[in-house]
């Protein structure tokens, strides 16, 4: 794609970042990964703010119009809408929430299938493996919730 093809992409910041490098930006990017390698170019101190901001115990969801996205994802946000960066204080998020949900629902199908609880990690086969899994979302759900300690 040549530069001249480029969409302009309205970058909005959220939170702290509104006091600190202003509300909104417009840089001409093909994805969410330029548009964020332009504003740690071109704005003093972001890299810095951010890098500092994360070993203070806060992080920052990346939002493509009303999706949010992953790191991974960033490079596959191709188009014209706008990209939201808010901060997220890490641990007061219910980003495990659903997971523990969904992993005490597997345990519960697990029991109930297979007998009781104790029997659902005592069998071998699809239920036992669903039992596990099960476990193993609740307890790591549980752990995303926890704030952090340093």
Request: proline share 3%; aromatic share 10%.
């Amino acid at each position: 794609m040549a530069f001249i093809d480029t969409p302009v992409r309205t970058v909005r910041l959220h939170g702290t970042l509104i006091s600190r490098f202003g509300k909104e930006f417009q840089y001409k990017a093909r994805d969410a990964r330029h548009a964020i390698n332009a504003m740690r170019n071109l704005l003093p101190g972001f890299e810095k703010y951010m890098t500092e901001a994360h070993k203070k115990g806060l992080t920052f969801s990346i939002f493509v119009g009303d999706r949010n996205i992953s790191q991974d994802e960033l490079e596959m946000t191709k188009g014209t809408e706008d990209i939201h960066i808010l901060p997220v204080i890490i641990g007061s998020k219910r980003a495990g929430l659903f997971q523990t949900i969904l992993g005490v629902a597997l345990v519960a199908i697990a029991a109930y299938a297979t007998g009781g609880v104790g029997a659902a990690f005592a069998a071998q086969g699809f239920w036992g493996g669903a039992a596990m899994v099960g476990a193993s979302m609740a307890l790591g759900g549980v752990v995303q919730m926890l704030p952090a300690m340093y």
